[in-house]
């Protein structure tokens, strides 16, 4: 795959609107295109994060522990009941939700 400068796209990751996605990054100009795969996936993940801004979330109360609800969109992404989690703290007020696979 050719840039328009004459450099050849590599495929990287990159953070775009708050997303970390594989892209297409030219070597000399540094210019981004998605390919069709890339733009799907981007435009899904996109949705998903837009649809979790847009909910007010508390903690919620489970027994002695607290809990937070997952919406059930995130299915798309191999989230499910059952699923094993890893949460690490990146500082007081932000966490890390990774799912196994
Ligand atoms: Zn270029």
């Known amino acids: 795959m050719k840039c328009g ?6 495929e990287k990751i990159q953070e775009i609107q708050g997303i970390k996605c594989n892209v297409m990054v030219c070597g000399s100009c540094r ?3 998605f390919t069709i795969e890339q733009s799907k996936i981007f435009h899904k993940m ?3 994060q837009d649809e979790l801004a847009k909910e007010n979330k508390k903690i919620s109360r489970v027994g002695n522990s607290m809990g937070i609800t997952l919406p059930a969109k995130l299915k798309e992404l191999g989230y499910d009941i059952g699923k094993s ?6 500082d007081s007020k932000h966490l890390v939700i990774e799912l196994f696979t």
Request: charged residues 30%.
């Open 5 to 10: 400068c004459g450099g050849s796209f590599e």
């Open 31 to 33: 210019e981004i295109v």
């Open 46 to 48: 996109k949705q998903i």
């Open 85 to 90: 989690l890893d949460i690490r703290i990146l």
